[in-house]
């Protein structure tokens, strides 16, 4: 049920009325913006609601079930508010949006339309298309522990209770060669094994990606240099000199827990319950009824 004042139930009467729709967005970074399709700024509730994105939006559809509702926002790449990269670094992901169809000629009389969140966004040359999710999609995510082998905590986290900042599991390094966007060979990292990093972080300490982070995919020691690559290349592209903070990585199991790690006590997964091979498996007089492989 939506809240319609007096005032604007009184100008929705009239028949001729002067609506707009705005957007309120809230990154997860704490960076709040606000867009309009009306022609001039609109200002509310602290927030200024600008025209020059060209931001506009398709029709809200709304079901009486589940299902998810979804409305596209369309609008303009433009330097200083929409960035390109910023939508590849991930910043816009997730965002919490309200739409809200106010009066242009008198603010005060408004209504929340939805709130929602940034889904999928579509990008091209020049402008992209972003989904607005509704309050639904939240019902679709896992909440609570998967029943798995492998652990479910994050490397670092209270969870785990690793410390990342001990020496043996970081390192400073400096980029030697580009072997591919997203593979290059490092100085610093001498005393690291191969495998060491596979699953770690990469944090990026100068250059144009100073601040980001990126996934490392592999970590190779071929004639004791270092060759490390990216799950992803980066957004801009990395350069010679440029210098990072590398993390180790895990790969979830048990073993890796307990032989890298020494952490099996807070190890988060369930390793011994049975696989699918187990259901496979017939009575035997020679045992090989544990779950393992077969």
């Not at 990154?27 to 931001?55: I, K, N, W």
């Not at 990342?164 to 966007?181: H, V």
């Not at 903070?245 to 807070?266: L, P």
Request: charged letters at 25%; glycine letters at 10%.
């Amino acid at each position: 049920m939506k809240n319609i004042t007096p005032d604007l139930q009184a100008h929705l009467d009239e028949g001729t009325t002067t609506l707009s729709w705005c957007w309120r967005i809230a990154r997860a970074d704490g960076v709040r913006f606000g867009f309009t399709d009306h022609d001039v700024t609109l200002s509310f509730d602290g927030t200024s609601f600008e025209p020059e994105s060209g931001l506009t939006a398709s029709e809200v559809r709304s079901g009486s079930d589940l299902s998810v509702d979804a409305q596209d926002a369309e609008g303009v790449l433009t330097s200083d508010r929409i960035s390109e990269s910023d939508i590849v670094d991930g910043r816009w992901d997730n965002a919490k949006v309200e739409v809200w169809r106010v009066n242009w000629a008198d603010t005060a009389q408004r209504v929340l339309m939805r709130r929602g969140a940034i889904g999928q966004i579509r990008r091209g040359r020049l402008a992209f298309v972003a989904e607005v999710r509704s309050l639904a999609h939240v019902l679709g995510q896992t909440v609570g522990r998967t029943f798995q082998a492998t652990c479910d905590a994050a490397l670092g986290d209270a969870r785990c209770g690793v410390d990342l900042e001990d020496p043996a599991f970081k390192g400073n390094g400096t980029i030697i060669d580009l072997l591919r966007d997203r593979a290059f060979t490092a100085s610093g990292l001498g005393g690291f094994s191969s495998g060491w990093f596979t699953f770690g972080t990469v944090e990026w300490t100068t250059g144009t990606n100073a601040g980001r982070l990126a996934e490392i995919i592999a970590h190779d020691v071929p004639d004791g240099i270092a060759v490390l690559t990216l799950l992803e290349a980066p957004v801009r592209a990395i350069t010679e000199a440029d210098t990072f903070t590398i993390r180790a990585g895990c790969d979830k199991r048990i073993e890796t827990c307990a032989a890298k790690f020494a952490n099996t006590v807070n190890f988060r997964g369930f390793p011994h319950i049975p696989g699918q091979d187990a259901v496979l498996r017939y009575a035997t007089k020679d045992g090989g009824h544990e779950g393992t492989v077969l």
